[in-house]
């Protein structure tokens, strides 16, 4: 069937009235993985020659994002050289979030391990570049590279989130952090858990939506916690499966009673005996 012109003239129109420049998604995910494989996957060399002829060609792939984004050269000049300032910083909390892995998770053995397979930490590294450019007012890229880390680990961490030092993310699948969710240090999240805002409406977009994780919390799978104003206090842990819409204090233990039964697997009783 053939498409009709009204059609493709519509299309062509609704682009052309974009605010936004073109996006190329592919050079997008060549930054992310030459980003991460450049500074924590060894090679067969690794001389500060072969670094720095990396670091600048990924200085190129990131100015060609944001000006494409941008369509403004002077803005994406001074945001490239700000990301690239920032890097060090960055890289040296990987490293504290990749070592509390290995400190805490008795299935790894090295930071080889870790680097080389584990999602949590790749979609950690994804949020803290994202983050850095989100804090820029870099348009569209950052949200992009974040969707980039849900599509490969199922983990969806808005890059306004703010997440302090020695994450640990375990498992991970499912877990969703909010845009204005604020995490504090030593905090760890296990699969399915959600921090989220107790409503979507489009007007609260500028308010504290998400919720507060003090430090040295553990959050355990299929937890909720939902709302702005709701703050899990420092060692605190909780359960599995809860959910949270109120602050809870320091040092609490929070969980859900449930009850199990288990019978003997003999012979059912008569009612339950029937044939089909």
């Known amino acids: 069937m053939k498409v009709s012109e009204h059609f493709i003239k519509q299309i062509l129109e609704k682009k052309k009235s974009s605010s936004q420049g073109f996006f190329d998604k592919n050079k997008m995910e060549n930054f992310v993985r030459g980003l991460y494989i450049l500074m924590f996957l060894p090679q067969k060399t690794n001389t500060e020659d072969q670094l720095h002829d990396g670091f600048k060609n990924l200085r190129k792939i990131l100015f060609d994002l944001i000006i494409n984004a941008s369509e403004d050269e002077v803005f994406a000049i001074k945001q490239t050289d700000r990301f690239f300032f920032a890097l060090p910083d960055i890289y040296s909390t990987l490293v504290l979030d990749a070592e509390s892995i290995l400190e805490f998770d008795p299935a790894t053995e090295s930071l080889e391990e870790i680097l080389l397979s584990y999602p949590g930490f790749f979609a950690t590294y994804v949020y803290r570049i994202s983050h850095q450019l989100w804090?820029?007012?870099?348009?569209?890229?950052?949200?992009?590279?974040?969707?980039?880390?849900?599509?490969?680990?199922?983990?969806?961490?808005?890059?306004?989130?703010?997440?302090?030092?020695?994450?640990?993310?375990?498992?991970?699948?499912?877990?969703?952090?909010?845009?204005?969710?604020?995490?504090?240090?030593?905090?760890?999240?296990?699969?399915?858990?959600?921090?989220?805002?107790?409503?979507?409406?489009?007007?609260?977009?500028?308010?504290?939506?998400?919720?507060?994780?003090?430090?040295?919390?553990?959050?355990?799978?299929?937890?909720?916690?939902?709302?702005?104003?709701?703050?899990?206090?420092?060692?605190?842990?909780?359960?599995?499966?809860?959910?949270?819409?109120?602050?809870?204090?320091?040092?609490?233990?929070?969980?859900?009673?449930?009850?199990?039964?288990?019978k003997d697997n003999g012979t059912l009783p008569e009612s339950l005996t029937f044939v089909i």
């Open 135 to 262: 804090i820029q007012k870099v348009k569209i890229l950052p949200r992009v590279i974040s969707e980039y880390a849900h599509s490969r680990t199922g983990i969806d961490i808005h890059p306004g989130a703010v997440i302090g030092k020695y994450f640990f993310i375990d498992h991970g699948t499912g877990i969703v952090i909010g845009e204005t969710t604020e995490i504090g240090n030593h905090v760890k999240l296990y699969q399915g858990v959600t921090l989220g805002a107790l409503n979507v409406s489009k007007d609260k977009a500028n308010e504290k939506r998400h919720p507060n994780i003090e430090d040295h919390v553990i959050i355990y799978s299929g937890a909720t916690i939902l709302g702005g104003n709701t703050t899990i206090g420092r060692d605190s842990i909780i359960g599995g499966n809860v959910w949270i819409t109120q602050n809870v204090p320091s040092s609490s233990l929070v969980y859900n009673k449930s009850e199990i039964k288990i």
